[in-house]
């Protein structure tokens, strides 16, 4: 599985229309959680969030929503982001655009939100060009670290290394609160958090949208 845990320049040029950092003077870093909302894994991370003071963005997929309403409404009375991640975790690669657009709107039904991530971080610039109109006005959020916690293959030391060396102030950090990630981000978002508020980093949503 090859993927770049800093993104490169050169995608940030091909989709710059996509927000993949947040300019900005404070110490602040942005976490993001992916694929959620989950009915054990998510509770864990709003806990950890809570302990830290730390606030973050989740971008949820609208099935998922659905199946767990009451972990999605403590997200949103705990004072965190939530941001639109298609209905069912569609590939924007390997989806036509009208099916993809359609998707996106059935998640539009449950999650109430102006930003947006794409599934994988793949999606045309047709069906982004669509995103950005006034017909679905969603801002498309990228990142500047993965940390790689979706990966089996990836220690979960490796997992907190990935993040502590390329965070920085206006950092956009993926995590994933999924079965599939659990093993790393168990053990990665407690150290991230402690060892950037020891640094005096805040953690803030993505609300500049």
Same mark, same amino acid.
């Given at each position: 599985m090859f993927y770049s845990v800093k993104t490169p320049w050169w995608l940030k040029l091909l989709y710059k229309d996509c927000i993949w950092s947040?300019?900005?003077?404070k110490k602040i870093v942005y976490l993001t959680f992916d694929d959620g909302p989950h009915p054990s894994i998510t509770p864990f991370v709003l806990d950890l969030l809570k302990k830290y003071d730390a606030?973050?963005? &989740? &971008?949820?997929?609208?099935k998922n929503v659905l199946q767990h309403s009451e972990v999605?409404?403590?997200?949103?009375? @705990?004072?965190?982001?939530?941001? %639109?991640?298609t209905h069912n975790h569609l590939n924007g690669w390997e989806t036509n655009a009208a099916a993809y657009l359609e998707n996106i709107v059935e998640a539009k039904k449950h999650i109430d939100s102006n930003l947006f991530r794409p599934p994988y971080g793949k999606i045309t610039r047709y069906q982004l060009k669509q995103l950005d109109a006034k017909a679905f006005h969603l801002k498309t959020i990228m990142w500047s670290v993965l940390s790689g916690d979706f990966d089996k293959n990836l220690t979960p030391e490796k997992c907190l %290394?990935?993040?502590i060396r390329y965070t920085k102030s206006g950092s956009i950090v993926v995590f994933h609160d999924s079965d599939k990630a659990f093993e790393r981000l168990e053990y990665a978002l407690p150290r991230v958090l402690e060892y950037f508020? @020891?640094?005096?980093y805040s953690f803030e949503k993505i609300d500049q949208c």
């Open positions: 947040i300019k900005d003077t606030k973050a963005t &989740f &971008f949820c997929i609208g999605y409404r403590r997200i949103t009375m @705990e004072g965190h982001k939530i941001g %639109n991640h %290394n990935n993040v508020s @020891e640094k005096g």
